[in-house]
């Protein structure tokens, strides 16, 4: 006898022949049928069918409807029967409509993003354009279907509960985080996009041009950002090449007699020695064009060359700030997330690399707007770039200046311990970087022996909601930890899960991250072998948010307001990151933690807390929690508090983190200030920081700094017109307000992409 | 249009201020696109006085 029915959602429930009965009665009246009894004597034919077929299976929903179906036309109420069947269709659709995906679609494709807080998750995509919005339906489509379908439950539902957050669950099957190229071992014989092969180039703008390519291609191959570990070690060959061709050119114009030979000669100098604008390669230079030519026209044609030279980098400097801010990788929704390193390259190309992205970048864009990308980093290091007399301080400086007008360069510090460990002089691949937001990818558990960062990044990472835990334990300090080491378990299996999944995928599916070798150990892998080994030189990292409320929740203060706090939170950062080393050596993965960059996360969580826990002060009543071990940002406290309290978690955080420090007014008027804040970070064993402050900027005259309610140069508010009387006698106003010189050299500059 | 006509006309209307704010790692030309709870956290962030107190 069938007792019972599966429902849609898969719960048993008890099989009620009264509901079939209703059901074909409807359809019936629809046809103008009103007979009851009829609709259940034909009910009561269906339940018998019922029994005849599934003798020990319960029936589902569907196969109970395909009955009726059947029962209705074989008693010969055709009718009734395509009645019944419209209906059901009608149902399905319904149905179908109201599914949550469905739903999701339709507030993607007919609200604005202002209304639609889906749409700003990433403030790096714009949602209302049609490729933004693709991306957002595949985004929105895939993580539905990984949670249904791909997740194991635990994991599907912790994530879905706010207990951990899984990150890029969008592309959970598909790809990996992020990843530093070796732009240097890229060129080196040239390299294929996937759509045409490119020769190794052969000039500092061809270098600046093609390193844009990389990071666009790579940035398709992930779904992370993209970063270039040693900008100017990779692009000083680049400004060495010029400098032959320019020397050329100058003999050229003097219409002096050269040979094929000298460039030859001058080029196999190049391969051996590496620079050739250093004192030795100068020397060179001298005595091979001393050959023909007398020594003060040799000096004079060598101080031309090294001026156009000059001229030459820095509008290929120019040239990649510009295509790091408008070329657009991922269907067109964005511009690709890059980062760059730089700074203690003290060769004269690399200096002269370094001076010029940063001169490119304080002019700013066509109208001087502050460029968005790529994130800067300047490398500091003793003996180098930090202390007058060190060959690169001049850089330290410029750098500083820089950042005081906008907002990059970042700062990390190669002499803190952590970073220290790695560092091996002459050696740049062993120079910690960081990329994007803040990852830190350098020590190597899969292989000891290279312990670099080139060719390697993230694999993914999962955040756990410290706040639900420190509410949940209700003051029980040992019980929060217990729960916090079965929370950090579960996040390793699921991060192993991920692994599973993501080394399954072949070399061929990553044509150009595995296909070009820009992956450590890729360019051993044949197109249909697995990624599986080659991954294993990546991080999986645990990352966390809000440690100020799980700390107001365990001892009713955060770390910025008592000793206790302070205590207590490296403790409980100190245990995640003991839990990662044990996991790290048990599995010999680079497990590590991270200092999550919440985005989108930073209201999800504390949306469902509050809803579980109610609206507790300093804990639950915000509208975000804090970014990672951060001091709340409401948190008064002195620059140099904030670096001295957050400084111990750069330590325990190796999978990545950054200090902030918000800076009032203008630094750009207190240099010396701004200089020192950087000096305090490097002092107090601060890994990575940066110094916000407000930068303003009005379009229509043209002016940046800091804009209150009214510009202070043409007087107007946020959104009113100016009469163009007024503007024009306003200093500095022409639409095109950069020197003379400036344009020219903007006239001259050719497009940046044709090599 | 003539010179004087010209001088008169008003420019920059609609036209808003640009406010450029890192939000987690990365610049951001406008706050519009911020999510809502990014939004919150810029409007509370408060400035780090660097003189006083060490």
Known sequence: MVAFIRKRDSRVAPFDVNKIAQAIFKSAESQGGNDFAQSMQIAEKVREELEGTFVEEVPNVEQV????????????????????????????????????????????????????DLKRENANIDGDTPMGTMLKYGSEASKQFYEMYLLNEKHSLAHKEGDIHIHDLDFFSLTTTCCQIDIQKLFKNGFNTGHGFIREPNSIQSYAALTCIAIQSNQNDQHGGQSIPGFEFGLARGVAKTFISKLFLVLDIL??????????????????????????????????????????????????????????????MEGFVHNMNTMHSRAGAQIPFSSINYGTDTSPEGRMVTRNILLATESGLGNGETPIFPIH??????????????????????????????????????DAPFNHAYYREGRPETETAYMGCRTRVVANANDPTREIVTGRGNLSFTSINLPRLGLSAAGDIPSFFSELERRIDLVCGQLLERLEIQGARKCRNYPFLMGQGLWLDS?????????????????????????????????????GESEEARKLGLEIIGFMRRKADEKAAET??????????????????????????????????????????HLPVSFPVSAFNKIRLEAPYHEMTNGGHITYVEVDGDPSNNLEAFEDIIRAMKEMGIGYGSINHPVD??????????????????????????????????????????????????????????? | MNNKQNENMIVGEGVRFERIRRITGYLVGTMDRFNNAKRAEVSERIKHQTSCSR
Do not use: W
């Open chain 1, 65 to 116: 409807q395909d009955m009726v179906e059947k029962t209705l036309i074989k008693a010969g109420h055709d009718r009734t029967a395509k009645a019944y069947i419209l209906y059901r269709e009608q149902r399905t659709r319904v149905r179908e409509r109201n599914t949550r995906l469905m739903t999701t679609m339709r507030d993607l494709t007919f609200q604005d993003a202002s209304e639609n």
């Open chain 1, 255 to 316: 219409d002096i007699d050269r040979t094929e030979s000298v460039r030859i000669d001058l080029r196999s100098y190049l391969e051996t020695y590496g620079s050739i604008l250093n004192e030795a390669g100068q020397a060179e230079v001298r005595r091979i064009l001393g050959r023909t030519i007398g020594p003060e026209k040799v000096h004079s044609i060598i101080e031309k060359a090294l001026k156009y030279t000059e001229r030459d980098t820095y509008q290929a």
């Open chain 1, 377 to 414: 980093i300047f490398k500091v290091k003793e003996g180098i770039n930090f202390n007058p007399g060190d060959p690169n301080y001049d850089l330290f400086k410029l750098a500083c200046r820089v950042s005081a007008k906008r907002l990059f360069p970042n700062f990390s510090f190669l």
């Open chain 1, 523 to 559: 360019d051993t892998l044949g197109p249909d072998d697995e990624v599986r080994e080659v991954l294993r030189h990546g991080t999986l990292t645990i990352g966390f948010i809000g440690l100020a409320e799980c700390l107001k929740a365990l001892v009713g203060t955060h770390h």
């Open chain 1, 588 to 629: 010999r993965l680079n497990f590590s933690v991270i200092a999550t960059p919440a985005e989108g996360l930073a209201g999800r969580f504390v949306r469902m807390d509050r809803e579980r826990f109610g609206s507790i002060p300093g804990i639950t009543d915000r509208e975000y929690y804090t970014n990672s071990f």
């Open chain 1, 697 to 755: 900027r009005d379009p229509v005259c043209g002016y940046t700094g800091i804009i209150g309610d009214v510009c202070p140069r043409c007087g107007r508010r946020d959104g009113e017109g100016v009469p163009m009387e007024k503007l024009r006698n306003i200093k500095g106003y022409v639409h095109d307000h950069r020197s003379m010189e400036e344009q020219l050299e903007e006239r001259d500059k050719t497009a940046n992409i044709a090599l």
